[in-house]
């Protein structure tokens, strides 16, 4: 006789986590990272019920969820969810067959503007402020939304920097929004003169850090055979805004001086 497909809202414990694994006759390969992930999302008590269901077949093997019950089992965190139980193997092919929803889709549900420059400067200012500049520190959507209600005021250097850097193609309008906004917290007026001239490239002394910075950052763009990370170009940033503010002169960037530790890494004075 075949079962009927039972749906509930329950509260998941690492016990019945652990339960349900043990008993998994299909153990699919497991990504550590987005099992950290989640964990660290139990962990600060971000997790929310929004409907996504842990899916069990009538053998008891779990067909959706099992990062989620990892994550439960590390964090020792219980969660609340919606079970389905007793659904057939077939329906296994069907699962997760859309794209999943990024924090830039969220964003923009919500009706934000530039939401790719946004979310990348968020990514910036949130490992700048952490000290994690150097990483691949991976930010949740929850943890985005978060440091947009902590630096509501990127939105207008997401919209400076899309309307002033949308003709250089050596500087992503997202360095240039992360940036310019965290300068601007030192100083908005010394920012605002600071970047006008970085971007457009009028009225720089010769030996300016500004223009040395500048025409780098050019000659890279134009050459296929230099590579320079977000990261570094942000870094390059941060150095010549503090020359710029004790109004020293420079000649040139050497690249191979550059930090490779997030715990080195400069701030801007």
């Known amino acids: 006789m075949t079962k009927k497909v039972e749906t509930a809202i329950i509260k998941a414990t690492p016990t019945m986590c652990t339960a349900w694994l043990e008993k998994n006759e299909d153990n699919r390969p497991l ?30 093997n779990v067909l959706d969820g099992q990062h989620r019950m990892w994550a439960c089992v590390e964090s020792k965190v219980p969660f609340k969810t919606l079970i389905v139980l007793n659904l057939p193997r077939s329906v296994f092919d069907t699962i997760d ?46 943890q985005v ?16 920097s899309t309307h002033k850097a949308n003709k250089n193609r050596w500087v992503a309008p997202s360095i240039v929004a992360t940036c310019w906004y965290l300068a601007s917290r030192k100083n908005k007026e010394e920012a605002n003169k600071f970047f006008t001239a970085f971007l457009t490239g009028i009225d720089i ?40 503010r004790k109004e020293k002169t420079i000649k040139h960037f050497r690249l191979s001086t550059l930090n490779v530790s997030s715990e080195d890494f400069p701030s801007f004075k």
């Open 31 to 60: 990504k550590q990272n987005w099992i950290n992930s989640l964990a660290q999302t139990m962990l600060r008590k971000e997790w929310d019920f929004n409907g996504e269901s842990l899916k069990i077949d009538v053998a008891g």
């Open 97 to 142: 067959a859309g794209e999943v929803r990024t924090a830039a889709d969220i964003l923009s549900i919500r009706k934000e503007v530039d939401v790719a420059i946004l979310v990348a400067a968020l990514k910036h200012i949130g490992r700048y402020y952490t000290s994690t500049m150097m990483t691949m520190y991976k930010f949740t959507t929850v």
């Open 145 to 160: 939304e978060t440091l947009l209600e902590q630096h509501p005021d990127i939105r207008h250097y997401a919209r400076l």
């Open 205 to 244: 002394p010769g030996e300016s850090p500004i223009l040395v910075l500048r025409n780098k950052l050019i000659d890279i763009s134009a050459s296929p055979l230099l590579m320079l990370s977000a990261t570094h170009r942000i870094q390059l940033i941060i150095l010549t805004w503090n020359l710029w």
